[in-house]
């Protein structure tokens, strides 16, 4: 592994590991203010946000584990690296999402029944507007964390925090309705709504773990983009059995290559070197792994198609 490489992968794990540090710091602030809140007000949509930030809190501290064994480097037991704990980390979060969700939605209905109306609803607004302020900050920490390293257990808790966000919003709006409009049902009625939406974002954060426990492919235009930057080099006949996945915030790719049959064994060395090293300078962090073969050689399905490689020989010409 080259050091820009290990500087790449060093400074990926420092940012998730803050990120992961302001979600953990953030939880336990928010958890302290709503419990005070929700015990004085009695809301079932604030007691919805109290039960959401406790599990956010254990969510953070996994996720602030999980984002440091990620960035340990690669070892003789896990040659690719420990990236996966990061989806493994996203996918107990969305136990704790859904588990939430559930508990939202039945203590909701259990109130509904029973019309009770909220106490001290300005504690609930007050507390509610300061956890706006201050997960509004979070996120767009958390944004660019996740722009500049791709990791899927901040993007997870990135989804926590956005939920977070709108539950705060519908508690200010489900007391203002309770207590001030007099609309009977209001505060329950949000509390369900918010269990809907936490489901959908269980949902959304499950989908991305699964695609990396399972090896997804990249999308379609991150391989096309990859693809180009490969045949840029005038040597390469085309591109085959391309497979890519990613792990955490590393992503790898393999692929065959084809070359000019004559070409010596150190003349195609020097052509991987300089084919990856230009890959990596486009795509920061990436490992790559290069076969070359013989123009014309078919060995497995996975062929760039013949318009791509015809292009790159016009190009070539």
Same mark, same amino acid.
């Given at each position: +592994?080259?050091?820009?490489?290990?500087?790449?992968?060093h400074?990926?794990?420092?940012?998730?590991?803050?990120?992961a540090?302001?979600?953990v710091? +953030?939880?336990?602030f928010?958890?302290a203010?709503?419990?005070?809140? =929700?015990?004085e007000? &009695?809301?079932?949509?604030?007691?919805?946000?109290?039960?959401?930030?406790?599990?956010d809190?254990l969510a953070s501290v996994?996720?602030?584990f999980?984002?440091? @064994?990620? =960035?340990?480097?690669? %070892?003789?037991?896990?040659?690719?690296?420990?990236?996966k704990?990061?989806?493994? /980390?996203?996918?107990f979060q969305?136990?704790?999402? !859904?588990?939430?969700?559930i508990?939202?939605?039945?203590?909701?209905?259990?109130?509904?029944?029973?019309?009770?109306? !909220?106490?001290?609803?300005? @504690?609930?607004?007050?507390? /509610?507007?300061?956890?706006?302020?201050?997960?509004?900050?979070?996120?767009?920490?958390?944004? @660019?964390v996740?722009?500049?390293?791709? /990791?899927?257990?901040?993007?997870a808790?990135h989804?926590? @925090?956005?939920?977070?966000?709108?539950?705060?919003?519908?508690?200010?709006?489900?007391i203002?309705?309770?207590?001030m409009? *007099?609309v009977?049902?209001a #505060?329950p009625?949000?509390?369900?709504?918010?269990a809907?939406?936490?489901?959908?974002?269980?949902?959304?954060?499950?989908?991305? =773990?699964? #695609?990396?426990?399972?090896?997804?492919?990249?999308?379609?235009?991150?391989?096309?983009?990859?693809?180009?930057?490969?045949?840029?080099?005038?040597?390469?006949r &085309?591109?085959?059995?391309?497979r890519?996945?990613? /792990? &955490?915030?590393?992503?790898?790719c393999?692929?065959?290559v084809?070359? #000019?049959?004559? +070409?010596?064994?150190? =003349?195609?060395?020097?052509? +991987?070197?300089?084919?990856e090293q230009?890959l990596? %300078?486009?795509?920061? &962090?990436?490992?790559?792994?290069?076969?070359?073969?013989?123009?014309?050689?078919?060995?497995?399905?996975?062929y760039?198609p013949?318009d791509?490689?015809?292009h *790159?020989e016009?190009? *070539? %010409?």
């Amino acid at each position: +592994m080259s050091l820009a490489h290990n500087h790449h992968h060093h400074a990926h794990g420092d940012l998730t590991n803050r990120a992961a540090i302001a979600s953990v710091t +953030m939880a336990l602030f928010l958890l302290a203010l709503k419990i005070f809140a =929700a015990a004085e007000t &009695g809301s079932v949509a604030l007691l919805a946000s109290l039960a959401d930030t406790g599990f956010d809190v254990l969510a953070s501290v996994l996720t602030l584990f999980s984002v440091r @064994y990620a =960035a340990m480097p690669a %070892d003789d037991d896990h040659r690719f690296g420990h990236g996966k704990a990061e989806a493994l /980390s996203a996918l107990f979060q969305v136990v704790l999402i !859904t588990v939430s969700a559930i508990l939202i939605a039945w203590r909701a209905i259990v109130r509904l029944g029973a019309q009770e109306q !909220t106490a001290h609803p300005e @504690y609930g607004i007050g507390v /509610s507007v300061i956890a706006i302020c201050a997960t509004v900050g979070l996120l767009a920490y958390q944004r @660019y964390v996740v722009r500049k390293t791709g /990791s899927v257990a901040i993007q997870a808790d990135h989804v926590h @925090y956005q939920s977070d966000l709108l539950l705060n919003m519908a508690v200010i709006v489900a007391i203002i309705l309770d207590t001030m409009l *007099n609309v009977r049902g209001a #505060d329950p009625l949000f509390g369900i709504a918010i269990a809907l939406w936490l489901s959908w974002g269980a949902y959304r954060a499950a989908r991305i =773990a699964l #695609d990396q426990l399972l090896d997804r492919e990249w999308p379609e235009e991150k391989r096309q983009r990859f693809i180009e930057v490969a045949l840029r080099h005038p040597e390469l006949r &085309g591109i085959h059995d391309m497979r890519t996945r990613s /792990s &955490g915030a590393h992503d790898f790719c393999q692929f065959h290559v084809w070359v #000019d049959p004559n +070409m010596t064994v150190a =003349a195609a060395h020097d052509i +991987m070197d300089e084919v990856e090293q230009a890959l990596m %300078d486009a795509f920061p &962090g990436v490992e790559v792994l290069i076969h070359p073969d013989p123009e014309g050689h078919k060995d497995e399905t996975g062929y760039i198609p013949s318009d791509t490689i015809e292009h *790159n020989e016009r190009a *070539n %010409d």
